[in-house]
């Protein structure tokens, strides 16, 4: 008696929880040690002392009523203020409180963004490979997921089919930078580009197409990328999410924020309908604690120099046993080719080796796998020898 | 550009989130302890200490990766353990760990359930007056809200009325008890005949009807009420949505639950359908600290004896000024009759005292207002005059 879009979810349930259910019960059988679940995004390097620390403060010294009570549905109005400073510092943008919308982490943030735009039908583009969560997400609002095939040289945006595919059922643009899953990180020079083709398509089809920048890993970038371009420079209908998931290692908090620049075409109604959506979809407001905890950490960072090292390592094992991937510039995952065309296949034989990964088809684009490094480094260095068996089985 | 939906959506915004906007508006013309703002269920009464004692608690000893980070989407498995059994000692029920989900509040704990059952055009009848954001919650999956007109005498749920208003659309009974907006508490009598009938009609139209229990207030009553009886045991298909916003004070942390027991058709099922749904529409799990001190205060509660004060002082009033209302024996608000049909009227010019209300239109019973009183009791002491004025106005 469940409904029947549900009945549909729960055929396709996240095959990445999937492995992470999985993981647990073989650490049950093989011991914590002896399996290396590369599976999940859940961050392995701790959230920065400022967190803890500014959790204490608060809670010794502000009024009880004050830090876990209700406040405006948009959260709090110092807390947004100080954000929209601290972006304003960092990418010359010239945000004010108003354009920032706490939310319940970035996944809360998409769907609220979602539901203030989708009517049924309207389609969504997004680019493949593709955090796979975005399917349900568009489809929460009756959306429809148009997917650019993927580029399978470098993982860049296939920008001649984008332009093609854009429509006036276009209703948004969605990317992810740096990526979920290939780690990839657009270029300035690439975002212009993509921009480009959206402003003449705008014109040529004479209505608003929004540009949401998923953006949980922006703060994780490798090797001599100091900044990943700011999307409301580019494009004026441009929305960001935001989350602090993986810059501060708090993904279990649900704390984010949406970004709606005053460039927006009627900014002051979109921001009044993202408001209402954070209400009325249930979040309320983003938790009110670590709202407050936001100011004292503005400028922390999670070690990024660990995920690094991880990075290094594990690509290092992957390309010593013949495996076909590119290096990561962003986030915690490396994108690697199936050496058969079943990738499920491949993962099965994976899991011989207590090696888990997750098949790529969910993310569109089958015949590769997506292997978080979000682990410890002894884990990594643990599972080489499996990942040598592994490629041997492959005659790799 | 914004949905068709949400066009709608903003039109209607909600009447108590404008007169919380009006009250911050009036406090700033003539100071705060001139304006007596009774529209927002925010709690008044500080958190018990052992909240903040066990963040700090957690906070200082435990690990950092494992307090903010991801977990099950359904919440920490030992955290819903001692959930699962402090209710079982307090009810005599049987449930395990595997029948609570954790949640971002009741809000966000009702969608997931609504989504979860929802086929577009299924009926949920409540009972009027109700929290009006029941009609955004159910019309967010594109269920029709069926209200059952008051009982203006008492404010019981019209049960002759509910009887003729089950029929094959029927998909799901949403109740409120103890109520917002009018405080009543349905005694095991009112249960018991209410859930008589909801069997009787399964039987009847061979079909589930789901029995939602709404219980943000469960533990805030007063004068003789014990307990509130707890509907999993008079009926088999009911799911129990709660929430520590008012028995803890931490509305703005987003915690609460689901409890779906096995009794439940095809409860696995459903405890599925619940849990991916959390995940899905942006939630992923509750707040990850907070669902971690949950534990530590399983048999802690706000100060209700400060409610009970403020209810008193506020009924006093009202009835010495011959204000029409029932005496309230839960949660924090008076249902008062406006003296002139039209209660928006009513509101406007008690504003012009700095009094300000909920008219319950909202709330699908006009001519009638709602006061709460989770403020502090000098406020209350301090706005009798305006009460006087404003009851004068009407030759009362």
Chains 1, 2 share one sequence.
Do not use: W
């Not at 809670?59 to 947004?80: A, L, T």
């Not at 079943?342 to 899991?351: H, L, M, N, S, Y």
Request: with cysteine; net charge negative.
């Amino acid at each position: 008696m469940i409904s029947e879009k549900m009945k549909e979810l729960l055929k396709n349930n996240s095959v990445i929880r999937e492995m992470f259910e999985e993981g647990k019960r073989l650490e049950k059988i093989y011991g914590k040690d002896n399996v290396f679940d590369f599976s999940l995004g859940n961050p392995s390097v701790p959230a920065p002392k400022e967190v803890n620390e500014a959790i204490i403060k608060i809670v010794k010294e502000e009024d009880s009523n004050f830090i876990h009570g209700y406040m405006s549905n948009s959260g709090y109005e110092d807390v947004r203020e100080k954000i929209a400073n601290s972006i304003n510092e960092k990418f010359s943008t010239n945000f004010s409180f108003k354009n920032i919308i706490m939310t319940v982490g970035a996944a809360s943030g998409l769907n609220i963004v979602l539901k203030s735009i989708l009517n049924p039908k309207d389609e969504v583009i997004v680019f493949a490979p593709y955090f796979s969560e975005y399917n349900n997400y568009i489809q929460n609002y009756d959306g429809i997921v148009k997917p650019i095939e993927p580029n399978l040289k470098d993982f860049m945006p296939n920008l001649e089919e984008f332009e093609k595919s854009i429509n006036e059922k276009t209703k948004a643009v969605l990317i992810n930078t740096p990526n979920n899953p290939t780690g990839v990180v657009y270029s300035e020079e690439i975002i212009i580009k993509l921009t480009d083709i959206m402003k003449k398509k705008e014109k040529e089809l004479n209505k608003q197409i929004y540009l949401i920048s998923d953006e949980p890993y922006r703060e994780l970038v490798y090797d001599n990328i100091t900044t990943v371009p700011y999307i409301t420079k580019y494009y004026d209908n441009a929305i960001i999410v935001y989350s602090y998931s993986k810059s501060l290692s708090l993904p279990g908090e649900r704390i984010g924020y949406v970004v709606i620049p005053n460039e927006l075409e009627n900014s002051d109604e979109m921001i009044d309908a993202v408001t209402i959506a954070n209400r009325i979809i249930g979040s309320v407001n983003a938790p009110s604690l670590i709202q407050r905890v936001i100011p004292y950490c503005l400028n922390s960072k999670v070690d990024i120099e660990s995920y690094n090292k991880n990075r290094n390592l594990l690509y290092k094992i992957l390309i010593e046993n013949k495996f076909e991937c590119i290096k990561p510039q962003g986030a915690f995952y490396i994108f690697v080719k199936s050496p058969i065309p079943d990738e499920k296949e491949f993962c099965r034989t994976a899991k011989k080796y207590n090696l888990l990964f997750v098949p790529a088809t969910s993310f569109g684009c089958p015949g590769y796998v997506r292997i978080a490094y979000c682990v410890s480094y002894e884990m990594i260095k643990r599972s080489e020898e499996s990942f040598s068996k592994l490629a041997k089985e492959y005659n790799m």
